[in-house]
Each structure stands twice: as structure tokens, then as C-alpha cells.
């Protein structure tokens, strides 16, 4: 199971970014799809996560900015950031949510894309 994330980078406040996260060794269209993210000194928080009937979960603090999708004949996940913030600066992590409540220890993990978000 593999799953590789792409698309992170150094951007202005207010800019925008597009993550894909292309996944392999697993029936991808089977599992929720989530986006977390590092937070200093308290571990990963889920961003969004993207069910399979399509319904989506957002963090508030990226609510109304960032936009959760699928392509399941692609098997990729991608997230759409804009209007992005200097406390959006951080290591994200695509993987499976297996429960629908966050992806936990025990999910399918990618390796991080670093994006970081200044002037």
C-alpha cells in the first residue's frame, strides 16, 4: 500500500496550492480519504476527509478555503487550497480515514509535502 504525495511549495498569504495524492496497492475507491496536517507540539489534525458516497468533513480553520476531492478512476485525492495563511504553513499528509473519524495509527500513510505560506 502506497500512497505519494505531490504539489506542496512556497507560497504567498493569499495564494493558493493544489495537493494530489495518488494512491496504489489498495482498493482506493473502498476507503474515505483524508488530508492532516503536523501541528508543533501536538501531533497530526485531520484538514478534510472525502467519503466514499462523495460527502465531505472540513476543520473549521480551513473551512469555506479548502476544497476536498476524488478521482476514483485515477486513484487520487486532491486538496484544494486557497486564500492560504501563514498558520496554514505546515508538513501534509494524505491518507486513509478508515472510520470516518480522522485517519488513525493504523491507516495507510503518505511520506508529507511541506507547504509553507509567507511573503
Known amino acids: 500500500e502506497q500512497l505519494v504525495e505531490s504539489g506542496g511549495g512556497l507560497v504567498q498569504p493569499g495564494g493558493s496550492l493544489r495537493l494530489s495524492c495518488a494512491a496504489s496497492?489498495?482498493?482506493?475507491?473502498?476507503?474515505?480519504m483524508a488530508w492532516a496536517r503536523q501541528v508543533p507540539g501536538k501531533g497530526r489534525e485531520r484538514v478534510s476527509t472525502?467519503?466514499?458516497?462523495?460527502?465531505?468533513y472540513y476543520a473549521n480553520s480551513v473551512k469555506g478555503r479548502f476544497t476536498i476531492s476524488r478521482d476514483n478512476a485515477k486513484n487520487t485525492v486532491y486538496l484544494q487550497m486557497n486564500s492560504l495563511k501563514p498558520e496554514d504553513t505546515s508538513v501534509y499528509y494524505c491518507?486513509?480515514?478508515?472510520w470516518g473519524l480522522g485517519p488513525r495509527v493504523d491507516d495507510y500513510w503518505g511520506q508529507g509535502t511541506q507547504v509553507t505560506v509567507s511573503s
Open positions: 491518507a486513509t480515514d478508515r
Open positions: 496497492g489498495f482498493t482506493f475507491g473502498a476507503y474515505a
Open positions: 472525502i467519503y466514499n458516497d462523495g460527502t465531505t
